[in-house]
């Protein structure tokens, strides 16, 4: 009888003593000595992941830097436009847990990303830290986020429903992708894909309200890394995809804050 591992101890964020460089290549200094988590597993079981997909983090004083290695025989994209549904691509997902709120962020081969903020309905109040315009429920791209929480067999988070806006942007964001391989080429196996993410602390200051950026030796950041994956059966797309990520969250839905991983930052360098 097959049982769901334990979650993962925390994710060890080593500092890098140079700024890194945002271009994909993950075969440079200092992600090659950076530590990589383990192979990521099913979100709902916990089972190993059928395809292998890992993470790596560094810090500096100026930004929080991520990076995917995910291994795919047939490397497929089709979206380009920026903001689209990106989960229904196979991709890679980060989201990053603060107080009262949690930022969410895709990407897919062709490097176009999906970005959301969203903040619990009961913490959204008039003079409240969100009281500011960009977060405003009468102009801005707003939607509410029940879906998996609300209305589906997992059934409702205890806190409730939450507001999605859908065109807040981390500032200053870099990513880029690489391909080891070609994109929607079937003919050819290829090797995969990497992701490589850059955050400034400055722009991650919205999710906390006190907390200090950058961090100190042995401070803590709940992260969710993931991964969504399309299958056929008999030639047929499923209408779920696949989804594996490096702590399971015992049910098919990424927006469970409590579920996240721990990432524990370290003064020691790569």
Sequence with gaps: MKTRPADPAPYICRRTPVPVRIDGDLEKEPWRSA?????FV?????ETALLGTTVACLWDDERFYVAYRIEEPQVQATLTERDSFIWTDNDVELFIAG???YYEFE????????EAFFIWQEAHRRGSRFDR??????????DILGGFQDASRWGKHPRGRRWAFLDWDFPGLESAVRVQGTINDPTIIDRGWTVELALPWKGMEILFAEKRLPPRDGDILRCDFSRFQGIKLRG???????????SPHGAW????PERFSSVRFSSEAV
């Design 99 to 101: 107080d009262d709120c």
């Design 42 to 46: 099913d979100l709902v079981s916990g």
């Design 133 to 142: 315009p960009e977060f405003d429920l009468y102009s801005a791209n707003v």
């Design 236 to 246: 047929q797309p499923q209408r779920e995809s696949l989804g594996w990520s490096l």
């Design 107 to 114: 990407i897919n081969a062709f490097g176009t990303i999906y």
């Design 253 to 256: 839905d990424s927006h469970l």
């Design 35 to 39: 530590p990589r988590s383990r192979r």
